[in-house]
């Protein structure tokens, strides 16, 4: 499957989609058609029952990805710009929405809307050249959108920290912050990622949806509400489970 130049997805025949942005002589920078492209496949990540899980992840070691393309967009008029930053919200609406497990395996450079993109991730596996961060301001433009995305992981204060004195972060502090799930050498990385992937693919689908929406109600919902949401829930999962198992 090849959504376009910038973008690669390959689906295994265990259901983990890979997507690759695929622009490596930019350090993957999110130009209009790949922001498109990302959509489509983000898109038929819910749309297609063959994808069980997925991973997104940047081309070559120096990035998985620096955010927007400046260069491309100071060449934008202004009705393009707005087009292009419609677009940006459109991919991370989408992305925050999805039903199933997406992973982000990332090497190298994670900044500005790059480490939004991977944010939107429910685990993120970073190697160790891993370097998160929002230098916005340092390019006369301030983090906006992924900050959503971002908020829903980190303290305020750290958020802020970042957001406002444009500092970078190695991969261990991102770890020690809670942005970053697993911490592996590079030449792990690629097998640590997709292991989990595989591993999260082999477990009963809506069983899967079922913990993702679990995991976004708990962060919306008073804790008695919760629970009244997550009985209900668990009792007709389990109603239509017919091989669970002890452990």
């Known amino acids: 499957m090849n959504n376009g130049s910038s973008i690669l997805a390959d689906l295994s025949n265990s259901g983990v989609l890979t997507i690759t942005i695929n622009r490596p002589e930019k350090l993957n920078a999110l130009n209009f058609e790949t922001v498109e492209s990302l959509i489509a496949c983000f898109k038929k990540i819910d749309s297609d029952s063959s994808i069980k899980t997925a991973i997104l992840r940047g081309a070559g070691q120096k990035a998985f990805s620096v955010g927007a393309d400046l260069k491309e967009l100071t060449s934008f008029s202004e009705d393009e710009k707005l087009e292009f930053f419609k677009k940006l919200g459109e991919l991370f609406k989408i992305g925050c929405a999805l039903r199933k497990p997406l992973i ?25 050249s891993g370097i ?6 340092e390019r006369g433009i301030a983090p906006a959108i992924i900050l959503a995305p971002l908020s829903k992981i980190l303290s305020e204060k750290t958020l802020n920290y970042l957001a406002l004195s444009a500092s970078k972060i190695d991969a261990e502090e991102a770890r020690q912050i809670g942005l970053v ?10 097998g640590t990622t997709c292991q989990l992937a595989e591993k999260i ?30 009985v209900k829930s668990i009792s007709d999962l389990a109603q239509t489970s017919s091989n669970l198992k002890n452990f």
Do not use: N, W
């Not at 998160?132 to 301001?137: A, I, T």
């Not at 799930?181 to 690629?190: G, N, R, T, V, Y």
């Not at 079922?210 to 919902?221: N, P, S, T, Y």
């Open 104 to 128: 982000a395996q990332v090497s190298g450079y994670a900044l500005a809307g790059g480490c939004g993109l991977a944010a939107l991730a429910d685990i993120i596996v970073s190697d160790k």
């Open 132 to 137: 998160f961060g929002l230098p916005e301001l």
């Open 181 to 190: 799930s697993i911490l592996c050498e590079h030449k792990d990385l690629a």
């Open 201 to 230: 693919a082999s477990f009963k689908h809506e069983a899967v949806t079922k913990a993702k929406d679990f995991l976004r109600q708990v962060k919306k919902m008073s804790i008695e509400s919760y629970i009244d949401f997550a």
